[in-house]
């Protein structure tokens, strides 16, 4: 059991070059997320889904687009990429129980924006 | 303003003292909470959480965490500190209270530890 994968683990980009992050989950979870991890800042919401064909805007949406067209899969795209996304992003998953929601997170993937 | 505070940014401990690392957060109704753990170069691994009923939460790894509603914190507690302890430690709140709209998380506290 896999549970949440990222890919790639590592990208360097130049600015303006765009590129997509892609998050599988096998857990069969309804919810998923994208945050991103910057020193001194914790982790930061950047877009989330309730479930398939579902998007919303999280704390830091600006500059990203995501997509959800299969339950499994949550894609974070970088149209036109700025240094200052230069970061370390998580994506997780979860499920819904009544009074609970935990998340389970990959890896990461660094990106840094020359 | 609505936040989640952790006001260690480093906490350095020598192996085999016992640990505390705080979080206080400021919301108007108790929001659930969460400890979470990421070793260096790895993702988030869930500690503990706290939704409601006894205020005194027990972990993996030996962790626990105790809710005090008077003081809005939920602090994390070990009490014998391992070498392999030493990771980022972020606490983490869930203001929907069980909503899809993720979690907050706090900026986190580096946990140090000495021979």
């Not at chain 1, 129980?97 to 990461?108: E, I, Q, R, Y």
């Not at chain 2, 070793?39 to 939704?51: E, I």
């Not at chain 2, 993720?102 to 530890?113: R, V």
Request: hydrophobic share 35%; net charge positive; with cysteine.
């Amino acid at each position: 059991n896999a549970g949440v994968t990222q890919t790639p683990k590592f990208r360097v980009l130049k600015t303006g070059q765009s590129m997509t992050l892609l998050c599988a989950q096998d857990m069969n979870h309804e919810y998923m997320y994208w945050y991103r991890q910057d020193p001194g800042m914790g982790l930061r919401l950047i877009h989330y889904s309730v479930g398939e064909g579902t998007t919303a805007k999280g704390e830091v949406p600006d500059g990203y687009n995501v997509s959800r067209l299969k339950k499994q899969n949550f894609l974070l795209g970088l149209e036109s990429a700025a240094p200052s996304q230069t970061s370390v992003y998580f994506c997780a998953s979860s499920y819904f129980t009544p009074g609970a929601n935990v998340l389970t997170f990959g890896a990461g993937s660094r990106l840094t924006v020359l | 303003a609505q936040s989640v505070t952790q006001p260690d940014i480093h906490i350095t401990v020598s192996e085999g003292a016992s640990l505390e690392l705080r979080c206080n957060y400021s919301y108007g109704a108790t929001p659930y909470l969460f400890w979470y753990v990421q070793s260096p170069g790895q993702g988030l691994q869930l500690l503990l959480k706290y939704f409601s009923g006894d205020t005194l939460v027990q972990g993996i790894k030996g962790f626990e965490a105790e809710f005090k509603r008077s003081q809005s914190s939920f602090n994390l507690r070990k009490p014998s500190v391992h070498w392999s302890d030493a990771a980022e430690y972020f606490c983490a709140v869930d203001k929907s209270r069980g909503g899809a709209d993720g979690l907050t998380f706090g900026k986190g506290t580096h946990l140090i530890i000495q021979p």
